[in-house]
């Protein structure tokens, strides 16, 4: 079971089975509140990124989501919702 707080929009998540924390930046804080409310493709999840963050979702910006996606499924944070080959989303 992971217990997480948010203090001025930073997210940190503890993991009460393996002792670890961990801080999340504004990028994966987003990710985790969105799939927080909602299963979402990783599609959604950048769209929404990048409307919310008022970027433009052009190649660099997309390799930083898939970076932070990455990050977010080897903590366990999200899972995919498709094959287990598939890119991480929510």
Request: proline residues 6%; glycine residues 4%; negative net charge.
């Amino acid at each position: 079971m992971d217990s997480w707080r948010c203090w001025d929009g930073e997210i940190v998540v503890y993991d009460h089975c393996s002792g670890n924390t961990m801080k999340l930046d504004i990028i994966m804080s987003e990710v985790f509140r969105f799939v927080l409310r909602r299963p979402a493709t990783e599609a959604a999840i950048v769209a929404h990124l990048a409307a919310t963050l008022d970027l433009a979702a052009d190649a660099h910006f997309r390799r930083i989501a898939d970076r932070a996606l990455l990050r977010l499924h080897q903590a366990a944070l999200i899972q995919p919702l498709s094959s287990p080959g598939a890119p991480p989303s929510a």
